[in-house]
């Protein structure tokens, strides 16, 4: 790279040598620097102007597959992506890709020269992104796209991560209430993880198309919820929910006295020995030994609590045929306290 060299006297030079448009983006498709536009398609406008790629064109670069090319590419005109024909070359440095040198050509007039000073070009353009583009510009728009695929599907914003991050178009993410290595911290406090097709599941259960990452981030929240609220599961996993899967989704404005009356009977004691006596029973489906162990409580006592319990909500839990409903009730309560602090 000569001394003082910049994407802008890159493109110049190249325009005025091969007498064509000349544009370079980054591995992100925004346009970073262009020449004089003598000839000008949809999707070199939208580049421009609107700082980014349309999917059609996205498509195309996707089916040629443009970003693993190894020197100068001649793409063929895609009249339904409202795209001339051009020359190609990705930017790379060492493995990373940095960016992409376009070079508009509609009507074929690029000889060989052309294309041995289109890789010359190149290698200066990769010279300046390099020695301009700190590391930590990259983690800004990493950060960024994963907020907005936090919010709900974003198709660009999950495009533009798997560029970034050079991964696999159908790159599938889990979402685990644990950081590990290769993980992508989320602003919900949790982390993300790039996996394979197969990768056994995390908190937020099997694996997801990156697209769906705000999905992963619910179904891993509701799981923690659960969790907190006393399920007892085989794994901590979405996929291991089973029945409080019932629970977790319940509609909003389902509340638990509306499932039984019961449980505000519980919850209107002086003490909370009575409630965690029924959850505690019910959990353990009704084993009188299991329950009087865990409960470090005396087989009388126990008996004795269960009575209270049946006076109080009118349900026998050693054998009602309501005590199902008095048991949702119980866990849709303690789900809904165990929520999330408002952040502040």
Do not use: N
Not at 10 to 26: F, K
């Amino acid at each position: 790279m000569a001394s003082g060299d910049t994407l802008q006297a890159v493109v110049d030079s190249l325009a005025e040598r091969v007498g064509l448009s000349v544009l370079i983006e980054d591995a992100s498709f925004r346009a970073l620097s262009w020449s004089a536009q003598t000839d000008v398609d949809d999707v070199r406008l939208h580049s421009i102007l609107r700082r980014g790629v349309t999917p059609a064109a996205l498509d195309a670069v996707e089916r040629l597959g443009l970003a693993r090319a190894d020197g100068p590419v001649r793409v063929p005109a895609v009249p339904q992506a409202g795209m001339e024909q051009r020359w190609c070359v990705p930017l790379r440095a060492g493995e990373d890709l940095v960016g992409y040198l376009w070079v508009l050509d509609p009507h074929g007039h690029a000889g060989t020269d052309a294309v041995l000073a289109l890789a010359a070009a190149a290698e200066r353009a990769v010279g300046v992104i390099f020695a301009s583009t700190p590391p930590e510009d990259d983690d800004r728009r990493l950060r960024d796209l994963l907020r907005r695929l936090e919010r709900g599907r974003d198709e660009e914003a999950g495009r533009s991560l798997t560029v970034l991050a050079r991964l696999p178009d159908d790159v599938l993410v889990v979402v685990d209430e644990y950081p590990r290595r290769g993980g992508w911290p989320l602003t919900c406090g949790l982390t993300a993880y790039p996996v394979e097709p197969g990768h056994w599941s995390a908190t937020s259960g099997a694996p997801l198309p990156l697209t769906e990452l705000h999905e992963a981030v619910r179904r891993a929240r509701l799981t923690l919820q659960a969790l907190r609220a006393g399920a007892l599961l085989a794994r901590p996993s979405w996929d291991h929910l089973r029945a409080w899967r019932l629970v977790v989704e319940a509609p909003s404005d389902l509340t638990p006295p509306e499932i039984h009356p019961g449980v505000d009977g519980l919850r209107g004691q002086r003490t909370s020995d009575l409630l965690i006596t029924a959850r505690t029973f019910l959990d353990l489906g009704g084993d009188v030994q299991a329950a009087a162990s865990v409960l470090h409580l005396h087989r009388t006592t126990l008996y004795y609590r269960l009575d209270r319990i049946k006076a109080v909500t009118g349900v026998d839990l050693r054998g009602g045929p309501d005590r199902h409903d008095l048991d949702f009730a119980l866990r849709l309560t303690a789900f809904r306290e165990a929520a999330d602090p408002p952040s502040s």
